[in-house]
């Protein structure tokens, strides 16, 4: 679904973009806000993430994000609630980021069975392996729901093989190492990176890890299909207001 | 990834895709050195002349009349070089680093043992070295910390989340995910994804393979009981593999904080509260809510205040090869200051958990059975937390002029 998506919208697109939020950060009536500024400005995909107390592959803007966000009472059940207002309202594709335990402990064939109820369309869940995956694939599939796996740049073509064997959707390609929300420099290295990564599927490709400006998003063009705007989105919001958000991604485009 | 790491249900390795190369490689350099017959031999050899290895097993025959039951004996890990069994698994692991050709090493910290241990290691082998430590232990741990700086590391303070060790970890893994072409994570407990749990439990082994031969040397016969404290579970682990094909009852003590009731402990196999769950690349059980998020622990002791445990312990819980309690802070002080006053031994806060489920057991066993309790370390490093609860007026006379001369 996401992927046939992605590939109508990019027939007149050069590159679309995916935006991140943490439910619940600074409010949730401030996510709503913050969500439909973007999609009025032309975000193509948001990722909506579930606020976890130990996210480890998260840097210093998210990781305060998910603490703020579970400190003024954000849980897994007010999270699915805000999910299905924002996906009643606006009609672009949205999914939910978040960690292994939030679904385990949810139980994976009632978080699929749920995030269907609330009409959303994948998931990435960065410390869910597909070595560890079966219970969480099986369940994606079963509501026709995508599991979006990850590429890395220390991942190697035989096992870009293999990760690709489990995607769907899309595949989201990490630009760099590290944690989320640092510095990327968008060299050379990086596009014979995503040259590989081309090589390795033929579902569309995201891009995120350091994308925060119009010059990045325009590197991508040509070499990816979407451009993800992480920690920056809220950095602007942090500095500027909920209300700089929109034209926040004005400027992107 | 092509061995998981699976004990029962627990275990595994939840790994963000940018440390799979990573992990593939240190998997296969661990199976290196164990298939490799010299390398036990040249770690027994480093450990004999750099730490105090085999360590002593001392029998407390003081405490063994107070008590009027079981003989007890004492396994004397704190008188490893730093004082802790902790850098049985660091030099271990420093080794290995070596074999990988890397340069840098991270490590979490929570009492801060694990942290100047690596420190240690790394001023012995040449690397550069960063600690992370949960602002709350830095606090409580100040002489390790100064320590683990003399020694040439880097100390972080972790302000994030719950300031300790839990979060000390997370920092590590966030460091390592940045520079792991040149830097090796020394992860100091059986806990973690694998291959780290069954690595640092390899290591730890050295503890319980000594003790075994040395109590059937003393006594002839096998222990009746042995008792471990369990944070994260190294030392435990490291005990109880001497004695996982014998008829011993082994005993895990965990930190039960200001009591089970009150919530605020570390007891994640010993309560009802825990329950299984994945976090920090691994599964087992972890004191969480409804959500699955993590809760805020407590305890006396900055070592076994931790969330998760190991995923080896989790299923020799569920199969009932071993036992687990808990101990109050109450309790601990109480059973460290007895083991002062009758034995002139001063065991670490962590370790003072296993003395004092060993104490409540021991008068009700016979004169004719043994039991070992180890002492994973010793508890000089404990002086402010020690001198608080025993609340020694003349130490805070000391720290007040200390404080006088410095503002002077």
């Known amino acids: 679904m996401l992927e046939a998506y992605i590939k109508e919208r990019r027939k007149s697109r050069d590159i679309l973009l995916m935006t991140h939020i943490v439910m619940g950060y600074p409010s949730f009536e401030d996510s709503f806000d913050i969500v439909t500024q973007m999609v009025e400005a032309g975000v193509d995909l948001m990722e909506l993430q579930i606020p976890f107390s130990d996210p480890m592959a998260d840097g210093p803007v998210i990781l305060t994000a998910n603490q703020n966000a579970l400190e003024r009472g954000s849980t897994v059940q007010r999270c699915f609630e805000f999910a299905q207002a924002v996906s009643t309202r606006f009609y672009i594709p949205f999914l939910f980021m978040s960690y292994a335990n939030i679904l385990y402990k949810y139980g994976f064939d009632r978080f699929s069975d749920k995030m269907d109820q609330v009409n959303l369309k994948g998931a990435i869940v960065p410390d869910l392996p597909p070595e560890e995956g079966d219970d969480y694939i099986r369940a994606m599939k079963r509501n026709t729901l995508d599991p979006i796996y990850i590429f890395s740049p220390e991942t190697s073509d035989e096992r870009l093989a293999y990760v690709s064997s489990f995607a769907s959707g899309f595949v989201y390609c990490m630009a760099r190492k590290g944690v989320t929300g640092r510095e990327t420099a968008f060299s050379e290295d990086l596009a014979t990176y995503l040259s590989r990564c081309r090589h390795a599927t033929a579902l569309p490709l995201a891009v995120g890890f350091g994308v925060k400006e119009k010059a990045d998003v325009d590197y991508l063009k040509g070499k990816a299909d979407i451009a993800v705007i992480g920690s920056q989105t809220i950095r602007i919001v942090e500095e500027n207001g909920v209300a700089a958000a929109g034209d926040f991604i004005h400027s992107l485009l | ?408």
């Not at chain 2, 029962?8 to 290196?32: C, H, M, R, S």
């Not at chain 2, 979490?108 to 690397?127: I, P, R």
């Not at chain 2, 190991?310 to 802070?329: K, N, V, W, Y």
């Open chain 2, 1 to 408: 990834m092509k061995n998981r790491g699976y004990y029962g249900n627990y275990g595994g390795a939840f790994l963000p895709e940018i440390l799979v190369a990573t992990f593939d490689e240190l998997e296969q350099a661990f199976e290196n050195i164990k298939t490799d017959p010299g390398f036990w031999n040249d770690y027994e050899a480093l450990m004999s002349s750099y730490s105090c290895r085999p360590t002593p097993l001392t029998f407390a025959g003081n405490l063994t009349r107070e008590f009027g039951g079981a003989k007890i004996y004492i396994k004397r890990e704190d008188l490893n070089h730093t004082g802790a069994h902790k850098i049985n698994n660091v030099m271990g692991q420093g080794l290995l680093v070596q074999q990988m050709g890397k340069k840098r090493v991270i490590a979490e910290t929570g009492a801060g043992q694990h942290g100047v241990a690596t420190a240690t290691m790394a001023a012995k082998f040449g690397f550069d070295c960063t600690i992370y430590m949960g602002e709350v232990d830095v606090a409580r741990q100040r002489p390790n910390v100064f320590w683990m700086e003399q020694l040439g590391a880097t100390v972080v303070p972790v302000k994030t989340g719950t300031r300790i060790l839990k979060d000390a970890i997370n920092e590590a893994f966030r460091d390592w995910v940045s520079h792991m072409d040149t830097t090796h994570y020394v992860l100091g407990t059986a806990c973690g994804p694998h291959p780290f749990p069954e690595m640092v439990a390899y290591f730890q082994s050295i503890i319980g393979t000594e003790a075994r031969q040395q109590i059937l040397a003393r006594e002839g016969c096998l222990p009746k009981r042995v008792y471990a404290c369990v944070g994260g579970g190294s030392n435990a682990m490291g005990l109880f593999s001497g004695f996982l094909d014998d008829p011993v009852e082994l005993v895990g003590v965990e930190a039960g904080g200001k009591g089970i009731t009150s919530g605020q402990h570390a007891s994640r196999l010993s309560s009802k509260e825990a329950s299984p769950g994945i976090a920090q690349g691994y599964k087992t059980y972890f004191l969480q809510d409804d959500d699955g998020q993590m809760r805020e622990t407590h305890s006396i002791s900055a070592g076994l205040d931790y969330v998760g445990v190991s995923p080896i312990l989790s299923h020799m819980q569920d199969q009932g090869t071993a036992r687990f309690e808990s101990a109050t802070d109450m309790e601990v002080v109480a059973a460290l200051k007895l083991t002062l006053r009758k034995e002139g031994i001063i065991p670490a806060l962590e370790s003072a958990h296993a003395f004092a489920r060993a104490f409540k057991e021991a008068p009700s066993l016979s004169p004719e059975d043994a039991i070992i309790i180890n002492q994973s370390g010793r508890g000089d490093k404990d002086i402010f937390t020690v001198a608080d609860a025993v609340n020694d007026p003349k130490w805070k006379e000391f720290i007040i002029g200390k404080a006088a001369e410095y503002n002077a």
